[in-house]
Nanobody, 125 residues
Framework: QVQLVESGGGLVQAEGSLTLSCAAS????????MGWFRQAPGKEREFVAS????????YIADSGQGRFTISRDNAKNTAYLKMNSLKPEDTAVYYC??????????????????WGQGTQVTVSS
């Protein structure tokens, strides 16, 4: 079992920045692939970014290309999503997820085994 706790969400103005954190605990969290997903009101949950267990393989959805960066610190069992140049359309609940048997680019939601509770990101115009 792996437990995931997101933090770092909040209210920010357009063009601002936020860094989300996902702290993992439990069984061997360093060996898990980590992903970020988001869900806006009335919309389906969508993939945002992912990172392999070593940190070398990353993938950012088109919506975040050039603005979002994903990283991880295995010594702290924590993954991060740095978001720059935020837009109102980035407003959503952001979820952290962890999984093992996932093929690159790790963007398939159903392949993830564990999910956090989510953190709200609101971008005002």
């Amino acid at each position: 079992q792996v437990q995931l706790v997101e933090s770092g969400g909040g209210l920010v103005q357009a063009e601002g920045s936020l860094t989300l954190s996902c702290a993992a605990s439990g069984r061997a969290p360093r060996r898990y692939i980590m992903g970020w997903f988001r869900q806006a009101p009335g919309k389906e949950r969508e993939f945002v970014a992912s990172i392999g267990w070593s940190g070398e393989d990353t993938y950012i959805a088109d919506s975040g290309q050039g603005r979002f960066t994903i990283s991880r610190d295995n010594a702290k069992n924590t993954a991060y999503l740095k978001m720059n140049s935020l837009k109102p359309e980035d407003t959503a609940v952001y979820y952290c997820a962890a999984g093992v048997d996932i093929s690159y680019p790790f963007d398939s939601m159903q392949d993830y085994d564990y999910w956090g509770q989510g953190t709200q990101v609101t971008v005002s115009s």
